[in-house]
């Protein structure tokens, strides 16, 4: 199933989901199978990981509702299966008040993953913005990234995109402490 065929987005909703996105292990391979179908031995030579384990995280992705079989084959009397993602994107909750930023986390882990000496854009800034600016700059930061996701060509090497653009908490000076 081609991306163009898929939903646009998919929302966690339940435990189930939001446990099986938690895993870094299962976004590497919601990440593999965002282009293109892929069997689990495609899967396990991709993510580095055992035919077992990928299957087992498979599994759970399919039974949460993130990927879906979207072709089968016979290949010497075995069933081949081929998985997709079941929507172009996947929308987390909010992660509340102090808590753990999943997409973030992922994000963090595949940055230190990266080749070292591979081409990277990298940058934090800290900005003081009225709320207008704020969500003009949020909107057009989407905006852009919305823009890329179309001109991705499967073919190409992966290339990703993250960007967080939040008020940071904060911190009450020591006279202030009550």
């Known amino acids: 199933m081609p991306t163009d065929e898929l939903p646009e987005t998919f929302h966690v909703t339940t435990a189930e989901q939001l446990r099986a996105v938690s895993s870094l292990t299962r976004h590497r391979i919601m990440a593999v199978l965002r282009f293109e179908p892929s069997t689990i031995t495609q899967i396990a030579e991709r993510v580095g990981l055992a035919k077992g384990s990928s299957s087992y995280h498979v599994r759970l992705l399919e039974r949460a509702g993130l990927v879906k079989v979207v072709r089968t084959r016979k290949v010497r009397g075995v069933t081949e299966r081929y998985y997709a993602m079941a929507a172009r994107a996947i929308v987390l909750p909010d992660p509340g008040e102090g808590g753990p930023d999943v997409l973030m986390r992922h994000a ?23 709320e207008e600016q704020f969500a003009e700059l949020g909107a057009r930061l989407q905006a852009l990234a919305d823009e890329y996701r179309e001109l991705s060509d499967p073919s190409l090497p992966d290339a990703s995109l993250v960007f967080a653009l939040f008020h940071p908490a904060r911190e009450q000076a020591e006279g202030d402490a009550k």
């Open 108 to 130: 963090v882990a595949d940055l230190e993953a990266a080749p070292a000496d591979g081409e990277r854009h990298v940058r934090m800034a800290h900005l003081r913005l009225t």
